[in-house]
């Protein structure tokens, strides 16, 4: 792609318009040697965003780019800014410094400086792979309008991953868990079992809080069932992502509703990326 038809490549499109005119999960890789240091720094987010969106599930983005302050960096009049050896932390939530901009996840697989004086060389060449998914945007506005309408005291939460889903709810307090992941800490109005599954989390629990609203975004566990069921109320309210096809919404929804008397499904709104399923009391 380039947005100059030079008869090399195969579609003409700006990098700094969006959506790039290329589908979803299209990729197993990207090689941006050399271009990122053309554009305008402040769409780097949006850029990298792009990135992650047509790549498949573990796609890699190989990026090289000159030293700041290089000779190669300053010759070329086109050059806007570079990144240097840290920047490439912002993209990956393993790094505090994610949490500035809060892009779509990456994991930095290779991170090096090139300075051959000799040749008077010198480049950053990085490898990030594009990470799993966290909520879509317009899914994590969908549960804030759910948590707000409700108001609910104490939330219980499967599936933290970078937390996208975790800050966009309303609520007293939220319990949060990850089975592999670490990277959202836990604050005032944040408890987080990082690293530990759904059944550690509400075994913990159980007996102590009782829960006006659960999420689920990671597998429910048969484990799970009776202490869910334990922490509930007459008016818990149910949400699951991922409610669509043969989709682990739909495993949680198949394993809980069963249990449940008197609960009626609310099925995703018409909106393409919210998969949001909601369990709630019929009187609702
Ligand atoms: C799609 S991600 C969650 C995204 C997150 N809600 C967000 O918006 O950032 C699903 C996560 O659930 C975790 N998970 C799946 N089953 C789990 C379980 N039974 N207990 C704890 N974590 C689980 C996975 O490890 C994965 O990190």
């Known amino acids: ?13 700006d990098l700094e318009v969006f959506p790039w005119p290329v589908k979803d999960g299209s990729f197993e890789a990207i090689i941006a040697w050399h271009v990122f240091e053309h554009l305008k720094p402040w769409l780097m987010i949006d850029v990298m965003n792009e990135c992650w969106r ?17 000779e190669g960096f300053y010759q070329d009049p086109t050059h806007t800014r570079t990144w240097n050896a840290k920047t490439p932390k912002h993209f990956d939530p393993e790094s505090v410094k994610y949490q500035y901009y809060r892009p779509k996840p990456w994991k930095v697989e290779v991170n090096k400086t090139y300075r051959i004086e000799k ?35 104490n939330v219980v939460e499967i599936g933290t991953f970078v937390g996208t889903s975790t800050l966009a709810m309303s609520a007293g307090h939220i319990y949060t868990c990850d089975k592999d992941n670490a990277y959202l800490k ?5 408890t987080c079992f990082p690293k530990q599954t759904s059944t550690e989390m509400l075994a913990l629990l159980s007996d102590k809080v009782k829960a006006d609203f659960f999420f689920f975004d990671g597998r429910i566990q048969e484990e799970d069932l009776p202490l869910i069921l334990a922490m509930s109320k ?11 096809g043969g989709s682990k919404g739909v495993f949680n929804v198949g394993r809980l509703w069963p249990l449940l008397t008197g609960y009626r499904l609310v099925p995703p709104p018409e909106i393409e990326s919210v998969t949001i399923a909601v369990l709630e009391p019929d009187d609702h």
Request: aromatic residues 8%; glycine residues 4%; proline residues 5%.
């Open 1 to 13: 792609m380039d947005k100059l038809n030079h008869g090399t490549s195969d579609i003409t499109h």
């Open 54 to 70: 047509v790549l498949k599930p573990d796609g890699l983005l190989y990026i090289a780019m000159p030293i700041a302050g290089s």
């Open 119 to 153: 040749a008077n060389k010198t480049a950053h060449y990085f490898v990030m792979r594009k990470r799993g998914q966290a909520l879509t945007d317009e899914a994590a506005t969908y549960l804030h309008e759910i948590t707000e309408r409700l108001k609910p005291e």
């Open 186 to 190: 836990s604050s005032e109005r944040i």
């Open 234 to 244: 007459p008016t818990t309210v149910y949400a699951f992502d991922d409610y669509n």
